[in-house]
């Protein structure tokens, strides 16, 4: 689609899903949203993709909320801020209920929904260069896009409270060393790294990769007994895949699996 706002591709069943409006930093209007969204809801049922990995054009990943959307500077109406919020919340749902992995590519600055977008992926691999910024308390602003779930669980709410209410920058190094991300590594090869991860991902036993997602998702809010059910519901049907019966059957015979996602 020539005016679309994100590209798209799928190559060795990674479906590469790249932010493009590098001129205003991949900041995102409501159009952009929707096609995120798009895209990994049809990701979902789109058997040829066995994983995702979502990064942004030019010098950075996404800075958040596109303001001359949310703001028009020429003082023309504004659009709902509950159908912009509707709109991102479409999308972590999306990324979240997709059982299949999605890997971020970090490859500059991630602000407000852009750094909460990033950190609602399965596994986050940023550049040396990049850097998160709880953005929205600089222009008095909440976290949303799910910064105020996953960040206290991912860091702790002490360093949460201090991103959010500062809105400091915080560099990726240090991201990596406070738990917040999976990596980080040298700019120049953020995209192959990211690339050989997601394509490992996608030769993997997707099924039982999106079971896990689901039991990692649902730990976040259940008590240990409905947890350890769970566990044992998608225990069950994982050992029901062909998946499984390939990976028992390579142990035995001592050699690579070879896992078809089914
Ligand atoms: O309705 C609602 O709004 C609710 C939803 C809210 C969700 C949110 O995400 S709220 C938070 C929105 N985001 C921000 O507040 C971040 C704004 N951007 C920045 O603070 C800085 O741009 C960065 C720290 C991200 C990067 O700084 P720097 O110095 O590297 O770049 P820059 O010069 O500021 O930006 C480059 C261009 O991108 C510039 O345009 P120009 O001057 O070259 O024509 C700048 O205006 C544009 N840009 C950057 N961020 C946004 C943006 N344009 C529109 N919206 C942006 N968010």
Redesign the pocket.
């Known amino acids: 689609m020539g005016d679309s706002h994100i590209l798209r591709g799928v190559e060795a069943g990674v479906l590469t899903v790249t932010m493009n409006r590098p ?3 991949n ?2 209007n409501r159009k952009m949203a929707g096609e995120l969204r798009d895209a990994f809801e049809s990701a979902g049922t789109d058997n040829a993709v066995r994983a995702v990995l979502i990064t942004g054009a030019g ?2 990943f996404c ?6 959307e ?2 028009p500077p020429d003082g023309s109406a504004a ?1 709902d ?1 509950g159908e ?2 509707r709109g ?1 919340n479409a999308l972590i749902l999306a990324i979240r209920r997709l059982e299949k992995p999605v890997v971020a590519a970090v490859n500059g ?1 991630a ?4 750094a909460n977008l990033a950190l609602a992926c399965d596994i986050v691999i940023a550049a040396d260069s990049a850097s998160f ?1 709880q ?2 308390v ?2 008095g ?1 909440v976290p ?2 799910a910064g105020t779930f996953f960040l206290p669980r991912l860091v702790g709410l002490a360093r949460a409270t201090s991103l959010a209410m500062l809105g400091g ?1 915080l560099p990726a190094t240090q991201a990596k060393e406070w738990g917040m991300i999976h990596d980080v590594v040298p700019a120049a090869s953020l995209m192959d790294t990211a690339q050989a991860l997601a394509r490992d991902l996608a030769t993997q036993p997707t099924r039982a990769l999106g079971f896990i997602k689901r039991a990692l998702n649902e730990s976040m809010t259940n008590s240990l007994e409905d947890q350890l059910k769970l566990e044992g519901e998608l225990q069950r049907l994982a050992s029901r895949t062909a998946d499984y019966k390939e990976g028992v059957r390579a142990f035995q015979e001592k050699r690579a699996p070879t896992f078809t996602g089914r």
């Open positions: 001129e205003v930093l900041s995102c010098r950075a800075a958040g909320q596109d303001l001359a949310a703001a659009p801020f912009i919020v991102y600055v602000a407000g929904a852009g910024l953005a929205f600089k222009i602003l949303d896009t920058k």
